[in-house]
Nanobody, 117 residues
C-alpha cells in the first residue's frame, strides 16, 4: 500500500552534518494520521530507534542523539527528514525510516551513513 524511500546517506567527517529524507508514497490523509520514525543499525548491533515523530508532531530521541539530531515531517511533501549535526563515528550505520499507522508498519530499505576521517 505504501512505500518509503530514504535518501541522503553519505560519507562525512566527524563533526559534519547530513540531512536524511524519507519520501512516503501515500496519500496526505494517511500520512497525516501515521507516526514516523528513524531507526539505525550499525554493524554487529541490533536495529535501534533514533527518533520518532507522532501524527501530533510530538518527538522522541534516543539519548545518544539528543541535541544533535532533529526529526521533522512535511505534510505537503509527505516526507520525514532527519537533520544530523555534530556527527560522530558511532553514528555510522544504515538508517531506516518507518511509518506506523495503527498496527500497520512500513519500512524503507535504508541509506548508509558513514562518519569517518
Amino acid at each position: 500500500q505504501v512505500q518509503l524511500v530514504e535518501s541522503g546517506g553519505d560519507l562525512v567527517q566527524p563533526g559534519g552534518s547530513l540531512r536524511l529524507s524519507c519520501a512516503v508514497s501515500a496519500s496526505t490523509f494517511l500520512f497525516n494520521i501515521c507516526d514516523l520514525g528513524w531507526y539505525r543499525q550499525a554493524p554487529g548491533k541490533q536495529r535501534e530507534l533514533v527518533a520518532s515523530i507522532t501524527s501530533a508532531r510530538s518527538t522522541t530521541y534516543d539519548d545518544s542523539v539528543k541535541g544533535r539530531f532533529t526529526i521533522s515531517r512535511d505534510s505537503a511533501k509527505t516526507t520525514v527528514d532527519l537533520q544530523m549535526n555534530s556527527l560522530k563515528p558511532e553514528d555510522t550505520a544504515d538508517y531506516f525510516c518507518q511509518m506506523s499507522c495503527g498496527s500497520r508498519v512500513s519500512w524503507g530499505q535504508g541509506t548508509r551513513v558513514t562518519v569517518s576521517s
